[in-house]
């Protein structure tokens, strides 16, 4: 199995950036597509973007496509979640997640993946 460590949360101003990282172990990284999803207080853990093994193919929700970025280095095992523009509906607790998959596509869905890390929190401010 694979654990997943998500770090780069923090405090920001609406219209600010944030970089958010997924540090894997474990197992082949390359092997994993990757997700991030949300989850604000009251609310559904929702998806937010998808990269697939290679990096090659990429997923995003309509809320964030055009602000959010994610891309992966597998040399180091990391998966990065860019966000810029950011809004105050942006604020909850991000969390990746990873599905082995090698040669495959992108996931969209919740279920659909099987290693979850403990989340990171984003608070914009106005």
């Known amino acids: 199995q694979v654990q997943l460590v998500e770090s780069g949360g923090g405090l920001v101003q609406a219209g600010g950036s944030l970089r958010l990282s997924c540090a894997a172990s474990?197992?082949?990284?390359?092997?994993?597509?990757v997700g991030w999803f949300r989850q604000a207080p009251g609310k559904e853990r929702e998806f937010v973007a998808t990269i697939n093994w290679s990096g090659s193919d990429t997923g995003y929700a309509d809320s964030v496509k055009g602000r959010f970025t994610i891309s992966r280095d597998n040399a180091k095992n990391l998966v990065y979640l860019q966000m810029n523009s950011l809004k105050l509906e942006d604020t909850a607790v991000y969390y990746c997640?990873?599905?082995?998959?090698?040669?495959?596509?992108?996931?969209?869905?919740?279920?659909?993946?099987?290693?979850w890390g403990q989340g990171t929190q984003v608070t914009v401010s106005s």
């Open positions: 474990g197992r082949t990284f390359s092997n994993y597509a």
């Open positions: 997640a990873a599905k082995p998959a090698p040669y495959r596509g992108t996931y969209y869905r919740r279920n659909e993946y099987d290693y």
